[in-house]
């Protein structure tokens, strides 16, 4: 309780730690709505990566729901909390002003460089003969995917799979608190906005770099 009340105290880990719970709530929050009237209106439905076929078992939605919620209301302050440590561990402090504006896509880009290299490796690791059955598998319960099975994973593997990959990037860059939340926005609800509203335009795009490549 003492420990607690202590970290209380500390006004830049609290700044921290509240500006990227509200950051990641705001975000999954803005994606679920976004999901469900997709789902309810039936918007969009030629971008599905698969049909909307056998719905998973309602067991199984209800455990990834309530881990999902346990997850992301509980353990992603523990997490946020620890993050904090290391970074002012390893840099002093987290700085708070936006970087010269030419480097931020480029600060953005590392972390997704970074982020998506180690979520490669670790996923295939975690395909292994010896370890998946004792850790993966339980992500791959869901057959016919829908987003709550995203985050629906071992506590190992939501450690070095999502959470050390995610911040990673940041934590090399000494990212400011402006460059996470914008990292977090556009590694969820950005990037899958993108690829659900705009995939045609960017469909087209890429045939006309690649065609004129081409000739
Ligand atoms: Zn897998």
New binding site residues.
Partial sequence: MEYLQSLMQDADLVHFVTTVYVCNLATWGCLAIFYELCHHFRLFQDRLVRPVGNYPPPDLIKAALIQNLLGNLVLYPIFAVLIYKIYVHIHGSVPLEWPALPLIPFQILFCMLVEDTMFYWT?RT??HRRIYKYI?KQ??KFRDSIGLAAEYAHPVENLFGNVVPLWMGPMLLNASLPIICLWFVDSTAFCTLVMTLLWPAIKLTLCLVFCNALN
């Fill in positions: 996923h975690l395909h993966h992500h791959h």
